[in-house]
C-alpha cells in the first residue's frame, strides 16, 4: 500500500537528493576564451578562468553550494617538487580571488597535492630511489594549504594521503588566523583505477605512465584500515572526512558514519562519472541511473557527494 500511488512513495521516501548534497568539481587552465574537451570525460570541459566563472555562476544559481577547483598547469610549470603549487600568483589562487570577488557566497574548495604540479605525477616529492618523502612532502603541501586560505578557499582539501598532514596544516593555518578555513580529508582514498579519466583532465597521466601509488594510498583489500586512517585525521583536526571513491566502497561510507558520526563526504570520481555516461550514451543505461548512484551514496550515509553529474542533477531537481 505505501507503494500504492507515487505521492505515497514520496511520503514515505527515507532519502533524497538535494542541490545541497552537491559538490562539482571543475577544471582551470591558463589563458582566454578557452575550453577543452576531455575525451575520457563526456560533457566534462577545462575552462579558462573567464568561462570557468560563467560555469561557477551557473552552479551557484542552481543552488550548488560549493565547487571544487582542480587545475591542469603548463608542462613547462611542473617539476619534480611542484614547486608550482605554492606559487601565491599561481593558477589556483588566482582562480579562487575571481570566484571570492565575483561569487563571494559559493564555497570554494581547493585540492592539497602536488599530482597536478609535479613532472612525475605522484602526489608527494620523491626519494631518488622513487619512494614517497612523507613527512618532506607535507612541507610543501602546508605551503600550498596556506597559498589557498590566503587566497580565499573556505575548504582545504588534502587528497594525498601523506601521513600526519593534518595535524601540520591545521597548525599552520591556526598559525597564521585562518581558524575558520574548513579541513575536509580525502581520510580513506584508496589506490584505485577508477581514477583515469581525472589525470587525463589534469594530464599528469603522460608523466605517470605505469607507476602506482600503492605506497601512500589504501589497498583496495582493506576495511579496518580505514576506520585507523578516519579517526587519525579526525584526532589530528579534520572537520569532514572523505572516502574516495564513491560506489566500489559503499561499505567504507557507511561503516565510516557509524562509527564516527561526523560529517562525511564521498566522490563520484572520474571512472564512475564516465562509465555511466557511456553506457547511457550507447542506450544500455538510462539517464535516471545518475541520480539512482547519488541515492545510493546518500543512503550508505554521505552527507555530500562529488560529483561531475553536479550541475546535470541540479537542473533536473
Known amino acids: 500500500r505505501t507503494r500504492s500511488k507515487e505521492f505515497v512513495r514520496r511520503l514515505v521516501s527515507e532519502n533524497k537528493i538535494d542541490t545541497s548534497d552537491l559538490i562539482y568539481p571543475m577544471f582551470v587552465i591558463e589563458g582566454t576564451n578557452r ?17 570557468f566563472l560563467k560555469e561557477a555562476e551557473e552552479a551557484h544559481e542552481l543552488g550548488i553550494p560549493a565547487i571544487a577547483i582542480f587545475p591542469n598547469i603548463e608542462p613547462s610549470l611542473r617539476n619534480a617538487e611542484g614547486s608550482e603549487a605554492i606559487n ?23 585540492d592539497v597535492a602536488l599530482d597536478p604540479y609535479t613532472n612525475h605525477g605522484h602526489d608527494g616529492l620523491l626519494s631518488d630511489s622513487g619512494y614517497i618523502l612523507n613527512d618532506e612532502t607535507i612541507e610543501v603541501l602546508c605551503e600550498q594549504a596556506l597559498a589557498c586560505a590566503e587566497a580565499g578557499a573556505d575548504i582545504i582539501a588534502p587528497s594525498d594521503m601523506m601521513d600526519g598532514r593534518i595535524k601540520v596544516i591545521r ?44 605506497t601512500y594510498q589504501m589497498s583496495p583489500t582493506n576495511k579496518l584500515e580505514a576506520l585507523h586512517e578516519v579517526a587519525m585525521d579526525i584526532n589530528e583536526g579534520a572537520d569532514i572526512v572523505m572516502i574516495k571513491p564513491g560506489m566500489p566502497y559503499l561499505d567504507i561510507v557507511s561503516s565510516v558514519k557509524e562509527a564516527f558520526k561526523i560529517p562525511t563526504f564521498v566522490y563520484q570520481v572520474s571512472g564512475e562519472y564516465s562509465m555511466l555516461k557511456g553506457a547511457i550514451a550507447r542506450g544500455w543505461l538510462s539517464e535516471e541511473v545518475i541520480k539512482e548512484s547519488l ?12 560529483t561531475y553529474s553536479a550541475l546535470e542533477v541540479a537542473k533536473n531537481l
Open 88 to 110: 601565491r600568483d599561481g593558477l589556483v589562487p588566482r582562480a579562487v580571488r575571481e570566484i571570492k570577488k565575483h561569487l563571494p557566497e559559493l564555497g570554494v574548495m581547493t
Open 295 to 306: 541515492i545510493s551514496f546518500k543512503r550508505a550515509g554521505a552527507d555530500c557527494i562529488l
Open 171 to 214: 597548525d599552520a593555518l591556526e598559525e597564521e588566523s585562518y581558524k575558520d578555513t574548513v579541513i575536509l580529508s580525502y581520510a580513506a582514498k584508496y589506490s584505485s583505477k577508477f581514477y583515469g579519466p581525472f589525470k587525463d583532465a589534469v594530464e599528469s597521466a603522460k608523466f605517470f605512465g605505469n607507476k602506482t601509488k600503492d
Open 35 to 51: 575550453v577543452e574537451q576531455i575525451e575520457s570525460m563526456p560533457g566534462i570541459v577545462r575552462r579558462s578562468l573567464d568561462k
